[in-house]
């Protein structure tokens, strides 16, 4: 994050001839501590697919997703507003690759070209799809402090844990 762009890659994020991705058992593990955090049913068996499309900042012409069997299923947000318990449901977790940035802005000829990093093509992500429980603005903020908050809290405790293992 933050480097200069396009000095980041590698043969297989770029997808170049011969190149197999290998699965990142960290993003699986992690995938699956953010699953049990959102309360979802985490399955025994996900299926990675490559979903086929053109986009200027997908240099393989693919992105590895999953999608009709992912990683988790069937979860659940709450939180408090004004006194009331609102829930958001939780369609799945699933892992993915991220493609690379389209950068639109802050060269002299912006207005003419965009230009692309590859730095984070390829790397893990999890995508949390909900079911469209979020009627206005203010919910969708209040469910987005929640979530983070849930997110980060699987994130400090793991940092404790490898400091007292380390």
Do not use: W
Request: charged share 25%; glycine share 8%.
């Amino acid at each position: 994050f933050g480097a200069p762009a396009n000095s980041h890659v590698c043969p297989v994020c770029l997808g170049l001839p011969g190149a197999l991705p290998v699965l990142n058992g960290r993003a699986v593990e992690y995938g699956v501590r953010a699953a049990l955090a959102l309360e979802c049913t985490v399955h025994e068996t996900s299926i990675f697919a490559r979903k086929n499309y053109f986009y200027p900042d997908l240099p393989k012409g693919y992105q590895i997703s999953q999608y009709e069997e992912p990683l988790a299923t069937d979860g659940l947000v709450e939180y408090t507003a004004d006194g009331t318990t609102h829930r958001v449901r939780i369609t799945r977790v699933h892992l993915e690759e991220d493609a690379g940035k389209s950068i639109h802005d802050g060269f002299s000829d912006s207005d003419r070209n965009t230009y692309l990093d590859f730095n984070r093509s390829g790397v893990p992500l999890i995508e949390i799809v909900t079911e469209p429980d979020l009627r206005v603005p203010a919910a969708a903020a209040l469910f987005f402090q929640r979530l983070r908050s849930t997110l980060m809290a699987i994130g400090v405790n793991d940092a404790r844990s490898r400091r007292r293992r380390g």
